[in-house]
C-alpha cells in the first residue's frame, strides 16, 4: 500500500525529490557507462577479427 | 520517523520512493565483492595467455556484477533473519529502504545481465562458471543449505571460490588442475574465516535461528574444525610449488602464511573464552584470514607475472 503522496510533509516531499534526483542521476551515468562499455568491446572484437583474417586467408 | 518508515514496520508494503542509488549499492554487498573482485582478477593475472585490458576490465566488472547480483538476492531471500541481527539490520530491506520485489528483480537483472555479457565479451565457458556461482550461492547455499545445516559454511564456500575458476575460464577457455587448487585454497579457507566469525556473533546466529557450528555444536567443537580446516587448508596452498605450477617465492610466502594461520588457529581452539569481548584470538584469526588470503593471491601474482 503506496501513501498517498498528497498526505507527505514538506520535509518527506523534499526528501522524495531528491532521493529520486539522485537516482535518476546514477542511472544515467550507468547508461551512458554501458554504452561506452558495449562501444570499446566491439571496437576490441573488431580489431580482433580483422587482424585475424588474413592469416585465416593465407592457410590452407 | 517518517510516515514511510512508520508504515514499513508496521507491516505494510513497504514504500520505497524514498531509495536513492546508495540502498541499491548496498544490496550488492560491496565489502564481499571486494575480495570476490580481488581473487578472480588474480586468477586472470595467473592463467596462461593474454586479454586485451578492455575485456579484462569487462571479465572483472561481470564477476563483480554478478557477485552483487548473488549478494542482492541472498538479501532479498534472507530479509527475515537479517531484521533479527544487529549485524545485518541496517541492510537495505530490512531497514524498510527498499521493498522485496525491488530487490529480487534488480538481482536478476544484474545476474542475468553479467552472465550474457561475459558469454558474449569473452566465452561461454567462463559465462557457464559465473551462473554455477550465482545459483550454487543463492539456490544451494542461502535457500537450502543455511537455514538446514551447520554444514552451510563448508559447502556454501564453493560459491565465493567458484569466481576464480570464471577467471581463470574467461582467459584460456577451460579450467585446468591449476584453477581448482585456486578453488580449493578457498574452499578450505573459508571454514576458518566465518567460524572465527560465528565465534564472536554466536548470539546474533542464535537469536535468528542460524545454525551455524557455534549455536549447534558448541564452541569447543568449533574450534577444534576451525583447526582442522586451518591444517587442510595450509597443504592445499603450497600445493602449486610442489606441483611445479608456481615457483618458490610463493610457495615461501604460502609456507610462512600458513604457518602464522596455524599458529592463530591453535590459538582460538586452546581459547576458552565465551563471551565476545574476551575473544581476542578469535577476532585476530578473522581479521588476519583476510590478510592472508589476499597476501597468498598476491604473492601467486608476484610470483607469475614479476619473476623471470
Not at chain 2, 546508495?22 to 550488492?28: H, I
Not at chain 2, 557477485?67 to 532479498?76: D, E, F, K, M, S
Not at chain 2, 535468528?208 to 564452541?219: C, D, E, I, R, S
Request: proline share 6%.
Amino acid at each position: 500500500m503506496m501513501i498517498d503522496p498528497a498526505r507527505w510533509t514538506d520535509a518527506e516531499r523534499t526528501a522524495f525529490y531528491a532521493r529520486r534526483q539522485s537516482r535518476n542521476r546514477a542511472l544515467g551515468i550507468l547508461l551512458f557507462a554501458l554504452v561506452a562499455l558495449f562501444f570499446g568491446i566491439t571496437v576490441v572484437r573488431m580489431t580482433d577479427q580483422i587482424k585475424g583474417a588474413p592469416a585465416a586467408a593465407a592457410a590452407p | 520517523m517518517n510516515q514511510m518508515a512508520t508504515d514499513a514496520t508496521q507491516g505494510g508494503a513497504p514504500p520505497t520512493l524514498f531509495a536513492d542509488w546508495r540502498d541499491y549499492f548496498a544490496l550488492l554487498k560491496p565489502r564481499v565483492m571486494t575480495l570476490v573482485i580481488f581473487t578472480a582478477a588474480c586468477a586472470m593475472a595467473v592463467a596462461p595467455g593474454s586479454l586485451h585490458p578492455m575485456l579484462a576490465f569487462t571479465g572483472i566488472l561481470c564477476i563483480a556484477v554478478a557477485a552483487g547480483a548473488a549478494g542482492a538476492l541472498n538479501q532479498w531471500y534472507e530479509a527475515d533473519i537479517d531484521a533479527l541481527m544487529k549485524r545485518t539490520a541496517q541492510r537495505p530491506l530490512p531497514a524498510g529502504k527498499l521493498a522485496a520485489g525491488e530487490a529480487l528483480a534488480f538481482g536478476v537483472i544484474l545476474g542475468i545481465g553479467s552472465v550474457v555479457m561475459i558469454g558474449l565479451a569473452l566465452n561461454w565457458v567462463a559465462a557457464f562458471w559465473l551462473a554455477v556461482s550465482i545459483l550454487f550461492y543463492v539456490v544451494v547455499y542461502t535457500a537450502w543449505l543455511k537455514r538446514r545445516t551447520p554444514q552451510n559454511i563448508v559447502i556454501g564456500g564453493a560459491a565465493g571460490a567458484f569466481p576464480v575458476i570464471c577467471g581463470w575460464a574467461a582467459v584460456t577457455g577451460d579450467t585446468p588442475l591449476f584453477a581448482w587448487i585456486l578453488f580449493g585454497i578457498i574452499f578450505l579457507w573459508t571454514p576458518p574465516h566465518f567460524w572465527a566469525l560465528a565465534l564472536f556473533m554466536e548470539a546474533d546466529y542464535a537469536k535468528a535461528g542460524v545454525p551455524m557450528l557455534p549455536v549447534t555444536h558448541g564452541m569447543p567443537e568449533t574450534r577444534r574444525q576451525i583447526l582442522l580446516y586451518s591444517l587442510l587448508l595450509v597443504p592445499i596452498t603450497i600445493a602449486p610449488t610442489l606441483l611445479g605450477l608456481a615457483d618458490w617465492a610463493y610457495g615461501g610466502t604460502a609456507i610462512t602464511l600458513g604457518a602464522i594461520f596455524l599458529w592463530m588457529a591453535v590459538k582460538v581452539w586452546r581459547s576458552t573464552a565465551t563471551v565476545p569481548a574476551g575473544m581476542v584470538a578469535e577476532k585476530q584469526l578473522f581479521k588476519f584470514s583476510l590478510l592472508y588470503l589476499a597476501c597468498l593471491f598476491g604473492a601467486l601474482v608476484a610470483d607469475r607475472l614479476l619473476l623471470p
